[in-house]
């Protein structure tokens, strides 16, 4: 049977984990990281750059410069395809068993990570914008692996470049009828990237942008903001449906300014920037370790103290956030897994 005894398990090879490996691994402090899928790197490992003649700092490339910093490390055993099927604890230690394909094993740990991440909502949950049924209704996440894939945005209908394209904001956040109030703080920023790089490249493309609301990124963003509106239509106000127009385009129907009367307007691809829901298994950290979930479903450590018991959590796993936020909040968890170590050595 094959045995890990690393100082430190982490849960989830995305943004968090990785950072938080890379940290750990740099205090000398040896890790075991265990990732379920076959792949490194989270929902990041999708999405596009989104660099017009200069970088948009969108922070995806930062996945890169960490991969190849976890290949030097020699501290670190990465499992891949990789699940932990039962957790403990004893006297401080965390004992685990995990399965992976052709056997599985046990191990042991002094702290360990849960950086398991997020789901992207699911457009289909929206069903009044036909995700799904009208091809040339996509998301956000589609619209990131294309532009990575193939360097534009395509109709998937007949992969001809969208004269016009309409960004939805808010799908499946800032939604009460759906019970997810929050804000899930990254779709602004990469739908409004995204858009800008579309117009770069492309600058006869007509896009319009429904919002709510717009959260701001970084402190650049009322320079960004101001260079957009010269080229993107924004219309605050969120759509109500849409239908099946001609030749494949898609009808969305919104309030017009005035708030009384309700518009058709026809676009030939609509992209749904869908948001961050909490990701799945978390029951599981419920169950074992008595982890809470806050009212939004995500981990959080709320008043228990998990820290002192050698749990800690970094990344989307606790909420929204973007991939800067997530790796600085996983260098600081690092530390203080460090911290919590080092006093249990004395
Ligand atoms: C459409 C879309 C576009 C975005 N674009 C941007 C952008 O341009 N810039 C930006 O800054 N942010 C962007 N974000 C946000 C970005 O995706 C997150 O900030 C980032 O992925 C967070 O990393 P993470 O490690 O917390 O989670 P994740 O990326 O979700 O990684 C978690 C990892 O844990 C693994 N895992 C899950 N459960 C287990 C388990 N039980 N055991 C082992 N492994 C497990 C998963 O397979 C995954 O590899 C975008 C989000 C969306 C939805
Ligand atoms: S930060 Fe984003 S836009 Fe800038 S180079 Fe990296 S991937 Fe491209
Ligand atoms: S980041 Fe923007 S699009 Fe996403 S939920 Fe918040 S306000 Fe809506």
């Not at 965390?94 to 909502?121: N, V």
């Not at 320079?223 to 759509?239: D, G, S």
């Not at 979930?293 to 050698?310: M, Y």
Request: aromatic content about 8%; proline content about 4%.
């Amino acid at each position: 049977m094959n045995r890990n005894n690393s100082k430190v398990l982490i849960l989830g090879g995305g943004m968090a984990g990785i950072t938080a490996a890379l940290a750990l691994s740099r205090l000398n402090i040896a890790v075991t990281l265990i990732e379920k899928s076959a792949s490194l790197g989270g929902m990041v490992r999708h999405f596009c750059c989104k660099a017009t003649d200069v970088c948009q700092q969108c922070g995806v490339c930062l996945l890169n410069d960490s991969l190849q910093a976890l290949g030097k490390a020699d501290n670190i055993e990465v499992h891949l395809q990789t699940e932990v099927t039962d957790l403990t604890m004893d006297d401080k230690k965390f004992l685990y068993t995990f399965s992976r394909p052709g056997g599985g094993g046990e191990g042991r740990a002094e702290a360990l990570l849960l950086a398991t991440g997020f789901t992207p909502f699911r457009a289909e949950d929206k069903p009044q914008y036909r995700y799904g049924l009208f091809p040339n209704v996509i998301t956000g996440l589609d619209l990131e692996k294309q532009l990575r894939e193939t360097g534009a945005a395509l109709r998937p209908s007949d992969h001809a470049p969208p004269a016009s394209m309409a960004f939805i904001q808010c799908v499946g956040s800032r939604d009460l009828h759906l019970n997810h109030p929050y804000c899930s703080q990254v779709c602004c920023a990469y739908a409004l990237r995204m858009a800008n790089l579309i117009q770069h490249k492309r600058p006869q493309t007509e896009i319009t942008f429904f919002y709510m609301d717009l959260q701001t990124f970084g402190k650049d963003f009322p320079l960004f903001l101001e260079q957009a509106e010269k080229r993107i239509r924004f219309i605050r106000t969120i759509p109500g449906e849409i239908q099946k127009g001609e030749n494949d385009q898609v009808l969305v129907t919104f309030q017009d300014d005035s708030g009384t009367s309700s518009r058709k307007e026809a676009f030939d691809l609509a992209v749904l920037s869908i948001g961050i829901r909490p990701g799945t298994g978390l029951e599981f950290f419920m169950e074992k370790l008595g982890v809470p979930l806050n009212e939004d479903g995500f981990l959080d450590p709320g008043k228990e103290n998990l820290s002192s018991k050698g749990i800690f959590l970094a990344g989307t796993v606790r909420g929204p956030k973007d991939i800067a936020r997530s790796i600085t909040e996983a260098c600081r968890t690092a530390e203080e897994m460090a911290a919590y170590l080092k006093a249990g050595s004395l």
